[in-house]
C-alpha cells in the first residue's frame, strides 16, 4: 500500500480500525480532538459506535461496559483527561477486561498547558490509579509507529485480557507525516467467553467483579494478575538500542524526545564524542535488559525527558549505579533543542575529566 | 405435593446477606420476577452498583457486572450499545445515583438510552454505615448529620425522579413503594412496565423504589415501614411522572 | 541535498496550513522524509496561525523548527514574531501586499513578492498562497513544481474546478522574477 500524509491524531484512528475497534467513548480535550472527530466519521460505516460521553469518567465506565460486553473499544484523551479515567482504568485492570486507551500527552500538573509533555510517565507506568495494576505502555517516536504499534494494541488487550495505553504527545499527535497502514500481527487470544452477551439459556450466568471483601480472595487475585504482569515483563518488553557500540554516554529517551537524540548523536560525532541511544518502545514493561551490557566506554547515561525527571527513576534501577545517571529535561510544553542536550553531555563529560 | 408458591428462576439460592427487614429483597424479587414474566432471563445482562446491593450480581442469576460508584449508567450505555438487542438494566442505590452518580444518569436520560434503572431511595448510604445521602430527609439524623438534616447547611432532599421527568430522552419515569402489599404489587407493575417499555425500543425507563434501612435508621422493620410511609412518602409522591406518550 | 526547514505563518484563512502541507505532500510524493507541524489550541481561533515543515533525505529528528531555513510570513505579525528565525544566507519570504515593512537583517535573503495583488489581477485573492508556493519552489527548489501540481491535483479531485486555477497561480509565482 502506498504512503499517505496523515495527522499523528488521524492515524492513531485509522489504525485502531485496522486493528478492529469497532466503539470509541469519549470527550473532548485538545490535542487529541481529531482522534473522536475521525472515529464519529468512520465508526458508523462499519456498523459501530461512537458516543461523545458527558465526562472523561463517563467515557472510560462506557468503555468498561463495551468491553464487559466483549467489544473491542477504545478511548483517547489528553493528560488531565487521563486523570480522570484512572478510575476506570483500575477497574479494567482489575476486573481484566482488555481495552486501549491512547494518551496524547501535554504538559502539567493540573490543567497545564496544551504543547507536548511528558510528565504522565508516572501516571501511566506507576498504575495512575488506585491497587497494585499495571497497563501496557507503548511509546511512539514517528506517526508510522505510531499507526503500528496501535493496531497491535487490540490483539495485545485480548490477549492479556488487559487495557494497554499508547503514550502519545502532542506533537505525534498533531503532526502529519507519510505513513503506511499495515495490517495487525495476530496474537492467538482466547474466546471471551467470559463477556456479559446474555445467557442464552446456554451457559450459567456470567459475573465481571473486581469486589472482594475476603483479604485471602483478594490475594489470590493480586497474584494472578502479578502472574500476568511477570509474563508480560519477560515477554513484551520492546526498545530500540542506536549506536551504542564504544559510546561514552548513552542518553534514554523516547518518543517525540527519542528524535531529537538522534540528531544529538550526529552533532556529538561532528564533535568526535561517541553517544549512542536507548529509546524503550514499551515503557512498561521497561526495557531494563536494554542496560543490561553497557559498553565499557560508557561513562554516563543520561535521561531526556519532556518532564524534570520521571523515566530516569527506571534508568537508575536499570543502571544499578554501574556509572552515573544524568538527566536533561525541558517542561512547560517545551520541546528540547539539540544543542540544549549537545550543551549538557559536553558539561558531563567535561565534568567527568576533569 | 402442589407447589403454590416458589421463588423466580432469576434468581440464585445464594443466601442474601441482607439486613433483617432491609427491602432490597423484595425489589430484587420484583426485577427477577418481571425479567421472568417477559421471558427474558437469558436475554439480559444487568450492572450492579456501590453500595449495599454491590452483590446483586451473586444473587440475580443473570449476566451482570459491577460498576464503579455512580457510574452504573455509563456502564450499562457501553453494554448496551454493544448489545442494542439485550434488555439491560442498572440497580443503584441513592448514593451511587442521586449524589456521586448524577452526571452518569441525568445523561443516560438525556441520551434516551434505551435501558432500565432502578432507583433504591432509603433517604442513607447504607453500606459505609448511614451516612446522609442527598435523598436523606430534613431533620433525618444521620452519622454525618448528627442534629439531623439542616437545608441551610446541605440543601433540600433531592427529587431524582422529578428531576428526570423534565429530561426528553426519559421516556418513563414512576415512583413506587414497597411498604404495603398493595404498593408492592403497583411496584412490580412498574417495575415491569419499564422493562416492557426498554424492550419496545421507546428510550430510558427509570423506576424509583422507596425503601427501608433498618439498621441505619435505627427502628424495627415493622417500624421501618411506618416511618417510609410517614415521612418518605409525602415528601417523594407516589405515581407516575411520565407516560410514553407524554415523551416527544 | 541540505534539509529544508520552513516556518510558514499567516493570519486564518490566508492557507498557511495548505502551502505547508502542500510542501510536506510533495516531498512525500518525491519519496522523501517529511513532517508537517501546525501550531494548535486557542491561537487557531483567530490570530496568527503557523506551521512548521522539514523535508529531508533522512530521518527526521524533529519536526519543531526553530533554526529555519526558509521563513514565509504572509502577514506584518509573523514577520515581527518569525525573521529571526532564519539561519544565516537562509530565506525570508514576504507577502508584500500586507507587509510594507522590510526586514532588518542583512545576512539572509529577503524576497517581496506582492502575492495578493498577483492573485487578484489572475483573479482570485485566495489563491495567494499558491502564488507565494510557486515563488517559494524556484528559489528554493526544495521540491519540484511538478510534484507539487500533482498535490493539487490530488487534494482537489473533489472539486476539479479549482485545479486550472490554482495551477496558474502557482505558475505564475515559480515565474515571477
Known sequence: MAKVLMKGNEAFAAAAIKGGCKYFFGYPITPQNEIPEYMSRELPKIGGCFLQAESEIAAINMVYGASCAGARVMTSSSSPGIALKQEGISFLASAELPCVLINVSRAGPGIGGIQPGQADYYQSTRGGGNGDYQVLVYAPASVQEAVELTANAFEIADYYRNPVMI????????????????????????PKTWALTGTGGQRTHNTIKSLALEPDDLEEINLKLKAKYDVIQEKEVQYEAYNLDGAEIILVAYGTVSRIAKA?????????????????ITLWPFPYKAFNDLPATTKSVMSVEMSFGQMIDDVKIAVNGRVPVDFYGRTGGNVPSPEEIVCKVKEILGGAES | MTVVFKKSVGLTDTEQHYCPGCTHGITHRLVAEALEELNVLDETIGVSPVGCSILAHK???????????????????????????????????????????????????????????????????????????PTTLVGQIATTAPKGRDPKHCGFPLKVSEMLATIEGAVYVERVSVDTPANIRKAKKAVKKAFEIQLSGEGF?????????????????????????????????????????EAR | MKDHKFIISGFGG???????????????LEGKEVTWLPSYGPEMRGGTANCNVVISQKPISSPVVTKATSVVAMNLPSLIKFEKNVIAEGNLFVNSSLINEKTSRKDIHDYYIAANDIAIEMGNDKAANMVLLGFILAETQAISLKSVEKVIEKLF?????????????????????
Open chain 1, 167 to 190: 503514550l502519545g504527545d502532542g506533537m505525534i499527535g498533531q503532526m502529519m507525516e507519510p505513513v503506511e497502514l499495515k495490517e495487525p500481527i495476530i496474537r492467538d487470544a482466547s
Open chain 3, 157 to 177: 479531485q473533489n472539486k476539479k474546478a479549482l485545479i486550472p486555477l490554482n495551477i496558474k497561480a502557482l505558475n505564475i509565482g515559480y515565474e515571477f522574477n
Open chain 2, 59 to 133: 444473587y440475580f442469576a443473570i449476566d451482570m457486572c459491577e460498576a464503579a460508584h455512580g457510574r452504573a449508567p455509563a456502564v450499562a450505555t457501553g453494554l448496551k450499545r454493544v448489545h442494542p438487542d439485550k434488555v439491560v438494566f442498572t440497580y443503584q442505590g441513592d448514593g451511587d445515583l442521586a449524589s456521586i452518580g448524577t452526571a452518569e444518569i441525568i445523561h443516560a436520560a438525556h441520551r434516551g438510552e434505551n435501558f432500565t434503572t432502578i432507583f433504591i431511595n432509603n433517604a442513607i448510604y447504607g453500606m459505609t454505615g448511614g451516612q446522609m445521602a
Open chain 1, 264 to 280: 544529538v548523536i550526529d552533532d556529538l560525532a561532528a564533535l568526535n564524542i561517541k553517544a549512542g541511544l536507548i529509546r524503550p
Open chain 2, 205 to 245: 425507563s427509570f423506576v424509583e423504589i422507596l425503601s427501608t434501612c433498618p439498621t441505619n435508621w435505627g427502628m424495627n422493620p415493622k417500624d421501618s415501614m411506618e416511618w417510609l410511609k410517614e415521612n418518605m412518602i409525602p415528601y417523594y409522591p407516589l405515581g407516575n411522572l411520565k407516560k410514553p406518550q
Open chain 3, 14 to 28: 490566508q492557507g498557511v496550513m495548505s502551502l505547508g502541507m502542500m510542501l510536506a505532500y510533495g516531498g512525500m
